[in-house]
């Protein structure tokens, strides 16, 4: 290593030992800190945006809607990548309903007349009643998944 090389260097730690505190502290005081979930979501087929349509009209707050839309974006990730834990429509069921009671406790409980209800017809027009192979179903799962994720945010 060159002499230059080798001060150049050594200044730098100097100036990080003397200076670096001070600016760390500066940048951290002027930085707004943003933690805010950034959810893009595509726009479903046509089939699956009149499924969700009810949902679509209610007047969901912002925030909520934003909660909603990454729980069911992260529900239809795990369905999609999923071979070996849910292989009915039965067992999704019960794994949503738990789910979402464990993400959203209460706080979404009375706040909006339908919503429940609203995706749960979505899911149900999709999958069924009857509990039976998820195998043939899981594609179009995802899709009303992604398109209740969607429908929050219009």
């Not at 849910?86 to 794994?95: K, L, P, W």
Request: include cysteine; hydrophobic fraction near 45%; proline fraction near 2%.
């Amino acid at each position: 290593m060159s002499d230059s090389l080798r001060i150049f260097l050594a200044l730098c730690l100097v100036v990080g030992a003397l200076f670096g505190e001070k600016v760390i502290d500066a940048v951290k005081n002027n930085v707004e800190i943003v933690n805010d979930p950034v959810v893009s979501v595509d726009e479903p087929s046509l089939e699956f945006k009149e499924l969700v349509k009810p949902i679509t009209d209610l007047n969901i707050a912002t925030d909520d809607a934003q909660m909603l839309s990454a729980f069911y974006l992260e529900l239809a990730d795990v369905i999609k990548q999923d071979s070996d834990v849910i292989d009915s429509t039965g067992e999704f069921r019960n794994f949503n309903i738990m789910a979402g009671m464990l993400h959203f406790n209460t706080s979404l409980k009375d706040k909006y007349d339908t919503l429940g209800e609203d995706i749960d017809t979505a899911i149900v027009e999709t999958i069924g009643k009857q509990s039976v192979s998820l195998e043939d179903k899981r594609e179009d799962l995802v899709s009303v998944l992604e398109a209740i994720a969607w429908s929050v945010n219009k």
